[in-house]
């Protein structure tokens, strides 16, 4: 392969570079609609408000759900990252409410409608008329995107309304605020349909993204008041308490009920609060929301009227009450959080008929559930500790759940409808609560041993020896260590029974790593990967000696942020003692980004004979910390050009410019460019930069913040590094289809104390040219359609692998945007790539892939089967399995797969320290065993037959991201040098 690099010379006072910048992003769109950042509002791609993943899911919509006698029911779902595991709590409450109702009313028909909603997708909404279908729908669900907190919560709700039939129950859940509740246009759409359709929308909102009374938190509770719905927030799902409370609005039949009173309160508000109740009403429905609400109803002549309560959870709360008499009525309530009340009644059709069919309804309800009465007949409800549809009920595992039953103090064990809670250790039972145990209030409840210190806390209690006593607290003897037993100089080391004397500059550990020395710094490392750590010294516990050429003593400046092979470097703040002073106490400052000495930690120095230092360590306050060394102490040596001479000043070896060093003019000066395989480097002499009075401390890119730095274990050096990242240090990237050239400039300033102030005085444009392969290729794409994970590998820790499409056998022609679109006779190209430095040292083995028609389905079309391909057909064509570190192969892949117009691709690959080719015979590996090792599965997908097969409205999205891009960009170099000036 071929790489150049180019020069250009540039002489200027000031100097302005715009820096171009492409983002890339891999995580998953899954909306029908897009939502731009202004929130401005897109009409539905398809007028009908009707969408299918494919035709063959297009259920007949004939059914006139605007004539049932019931509600139809609405779905809007947030499907952002953080849904993960609620996602599961709706799936439980849909499939308990969609059984009930199917057991209860089974000749009503009803329109059921889902949207899912994120950031910054909405959509595809679904719609049909079978409860089965619907039911699919909402498990087919899965999360992705978000990042931020607030979601399109109001164009997902407006969405769903615009063909949701009237009377319907509109059901919203999210765990965030509505990004879009500042678009009027949106939020006046809502109140208008929620009008003229007359439907009740619930909103499950768990917390708000900022204040509770933010905007964007209380349009759920103005949605929910002009609906006659209700706002739950701050709750856990109890799944079937959920599904009890919608079955039980969903029982109640279209324009059946009147509204009599709506209002919301703060928290622990006390009202009292009059209404009236027309005649002939059937029903008073009352339903709360807030946390434990309570309510006292009065009837018109001033007696308390006892409703039956259907529903009674710690987030809200129905009952009603038959018959009620006409006039004035008014109730007292509150509840320990803000809360909201809602009343209306109820009036009988006649005209319903035998739909419930009384008579024997209760005989079906399972022998763990009640037949309670709601406002038309009966229904049946699972008793307390059991959960289900009331047809059939299973025990509830209370200890399961968090936070748990019993508190801090207890544990739960779970039994047969119910629960116990146990006090823990250390706690005893009384008035049904755990109390602690004051072990330390008596010797009998305590194994603190004699002349020891007992502390009590909750559960426990400690034992320690206070100063002038040695031991654990269950043994203490007397210290000789705190009388100054060993003399000047010498540590007193105390075990059971005697002590010892050391002098620890003949006692201590070495410690000899280069890349100890502020000079080093892996600067790919650092400024590309936010979770790079390097070394961490939280288990160094002694006394320690440093050596080697990263320098003999702990550095007493600050190191910049990187340095030294570490996260959060560590130094000593002031300086080392000298010989005579013996064992002296120093502190030691851990460096946090620009802070220098963000936190502090104590250390013991001994200057010893011989001109070196002994350090005893403890623990640093930080995990991913490391002390650092000053490399200009390494004795008796300097790395020094032909230009400089190495010199001892001041107790440090360093290296000086001689008189007559260097370049002659100024536009000489050009620095030597190494376009490595995961950076550009530039490097300067020291020396002819000081004869022109420039800073070499000032060297900076088209990103002022990457600046040039010593390089590792030289002084004579001056480098400036940009990792191969479009917009990384100010990087300009371009494509020609062949090869990546990246750019950038670098910039030199006077000496501060010059009188232009330091102003840069010279520019250096350079470039980097490499040919363009699978990985590159994928870098340079805007949005590729991949997937990937991470991998642990012995020895090494996190590797990247990912999976990408690709147009053609060159492999550099990504897939981008938000879809995949394939004809039957389309080649379909896969790249599994390895992103690691040495890509000499592993090899990836595609172990099996097959197609499904969904991402959970049990459905599969084996492509690739313990590492070898599928003879089912001939288009699979594998081109590289278990020998590099990229895997390719091909398929036609509607060509294989007939009966499906949209296809999830999943790959399971294994990470190998060597070439692992497997053997094939037939559809087989040649191995011991048919069981392969996989380390990692990857998924890309929706993939879609082109629209001419079949119509498709497309959810917009690439592949599902299970983590970040983590790991390096890996290229191979060769070739020449043009330089241009």
């Known amino acids: 392969m071929e790489h150049r690099i180019i020069f250009s010379l540039y002489i200027l006072t000031l100097c302005s570079i715009p820096i171009l910048s492409t983002s890339a992003s891999n995580t998953t769109m899954y909306p029908a609609t897009t939502r731009p950042s202004n929130s401005s509002y897109l009409s539905p791609p398809n007028t009908t408000g009707y969408y299918f993943a494919s035709s063959s899911n297009a259920y007949n919509l004939s059914c006139d759900a605007a004539k049932s006698a019931f509600p139809s029911f609405t779905l809007a779902v947030d499907t952002s990252g953080s849904m993960y595991y609620f996602i599961y709590e709706v799936q439980d409450v849909i499939s308990t409410l969609i059984s009930r109702l199917q057991a209860y009313t089974t000749d009503a028909t009803r329109k059921y409608t889902l949207i899912p909603f994120n950031d910054p997708s909405v959509g595809p909404l679904y719609a049909t008329c079978s409860p089965s279908q619907f039911l699919n729908y909402v498990y087919s669900l899965y999360t992705s995107d978000g990042g931020d907190c607030p979601e399109y919560a109001m164009t997902g709700l407006l969405d769903a309304l615009k063909v949701t039939p009237f009377g319907s129950l509109v059901v919203l859940v999210t765990d965030g605020s509505a990004k879009d509740s500042n678009n009027t246009d949106t939020v006046n759409q809502i109140f208008s349909l929620i009008e003229s359709l007359k439907v009740k929308v619930f909103i499950f909102a768990r917390y708000p993204c900022g204040s509770e009374s933010d905007y964007d938190f209380q349009i759920y509770k103005d949605i929910a008041d002009r609906s006659y719905g209700l706002l739950f927030h701050n709750y856990y799902l109890t799944p079937y308490k959920v599904s009890d409370l919608l079955n039980f609005f969903l029982k109640i039949p279209v324009n059946s009920t009147t509204r009599l009173f709506s209002e919301n309160y703060s928290a622990y ?528 820790g996190q590797l990247q692998v990912t999976m990408a499409l690709y147009k053609d056998s060159s492999y550099t022609s990504p897939y981008e945007g938000s879809q995949v679109l394939l004809t039957a006779a389309t080649n379909l190209f896969i790249g599994i790539i390895l992103k690691v430095g040495d890509a000499s040292q592993y090899a990836v083995q595609i172990t099996n892939c097959y197609a499904s028609p969904s991402i959970n389905s049990t459905t599969r079309y084996d492509i690739i089967k313990n590492s070898c391909p599928s003879l089912q057909d001939s288009s699979i064509k594998v081109i590289q399995n278990g020998v590099s570190a990229n895997g390719q192969f091909s398929i036609k892949l509607f060509g294989y797969v007939k009966d499906s117009d949209v296809v999830y691709l999943h790959c399971g690959v294994h990470i190998c320290t060597t070439t692992c080719a497997p053997v094939c015979s037939g559809m087989r590996a040649l191995s011991a065993s048919d069981s392969v090792t996989t380390d990692a599965t990857l998924y890309v997908g929706p993939i879609y037959k082109s629209a001419e097969s079949s119509v498709i409205t497309t959810p917009k999205g690439g592949a599902y991201s299970v983590v970040a891009n983590l790991v390096m960009v890996l290229v191979f170099l060769c070739g020449t040098l043009l330089l241009t000036v």
């Open 269 to 796: 508000y006390n009202t009292s609060v009059s209404f009236y109740v027309p005649s002939n009403l059937t029903t008073l429905i009352i339903s709360q929301s807030g946390s434990y609400p309570s309510l006292t109803l009065y009837n018109p002549l001033g007696a308390r009227a006892d409703f039956t309560t259907f529903l009674s959870e710690f987030w809200g709360s129905v009952g009603y009450l038959d018959y009620p008499r006409s006039g004035y009525w008014s109730f007292e309530s509150n509840a320990y959080s803000s809360y909201s009340i809602r009343i209306e009644g109820y009036k009988e059709n006649g005209a319903l008929g035998d739909t419930f069919n009384r008579s024997d309804f209760c005989s079906r309800c399972s022998s763990n559930a009640n037949c309670k009465k709601d406002v038309l007949d009966y229904t049946c409800v699972c008793k307390d500790g059991f959960s289900g549809d009331g047809y059939s009920c299973y025990d509830i595992n209370e200890c399961y759940y968090w936070p748990s039953p019993c508190g801090y103090y207890a544990y739960c064990i779970n039994t047969y409808g119910s629960y116990n809670c146990v006090c823990s250790s250390g706690f005893i039972s009384e008035n049904n609560t755990c109390i602690d145990i004051d072990e330390c209030s008596s010797p009998e409840l305590n194994n603190c041993g004699q002349n020891a210190a007992c502390e009590n806390y909750n559960g426990s209690y400690y034992c320690y020896c206070p100063t002038g006593f040695f031991g654990d607290g269950y043994r203490c003897e007397v210290d000789e260590c705190t009388k100054d037993v060993c003399g000047f100089g010498r540590e007193c080391i105390k075990y059971y029974g005697y002590h010892t004397c050391s002098d620890p500059c003949f006692n201590y550990t070495t410690l000899n790593e280069p890349t100890r020395s502020t000079s080093y710094r892996d600067y790919y490392y650092y400024d590309y990967y936010y979770w790079y750590y390097g070394r961490s010294d939280y288990y160094l516990n002694g006394w320690y000696r440093f050596t080697g050429s990263g320098g003999s003593s702990l550095a007493d400046f600050c190191p910049s942020q990187g340095s030294c092979y570490t996260r959060y470097p560590m130094w000593l703040q002031g300086a080392h003692p000298e010989p005579a002073d013996g064992i002296v106490n120093g502190t030691v400052c851990t460096s946090y980004y620009d802070t220098c000495c963000q936190w502090t930690s104590s250390v013991k120095i001994k200057a010893c004979p011989g001109g070196f230092n002994v350090y005893k360590f403890s623990y640093p306050p930080q995990y991913y910390s490391g002390y650092c060394t000053d490399p200009a102490t390494v004795p008796d040596s300097c790395s020094c050009a032909a230009d400089e001479e190495c010199r001892k000043v001041g107790g440090r070896y360093s290296c000086y410019c001689k008189n007559d060093s260097g370049i002659a003019v100024l536009s000489d000066i050009r620095p030597v460019l190494s376009c490595g395989a995961q950076e550009m480097k530039a490097s300067f002499q020291k020396c002819d930069l000081k004869k022109f009075n420039l800073n070499t401390k000032n060297i900076h890119l088209n990103d002022r913040y990457c600046i040039g730095f010593n390089d590792y274990n030289t002084t004579n050096i001056i480098s400036v590094v940009s990792v191969l990242k479009n917009g990384v240090c100010g990087n300009e990237m371009v494509n020609n289809g062949t090869h990546v050239i990246f750019k950038n400039n670098i910039f030199l300033s006077l000496d501060t104390n010059s009188s232009l102030g330091g102003e840069d005085i010279l520019s250096i444009r350079y470039s980097c040219v490499y040919p363009l392969d699978l990985e590159l290729a994928l870098e340079t794409a805007l949005k590729p359609f991949t997937d990937s994970a991470v991998v642990n590998v012995t020895g090494t």
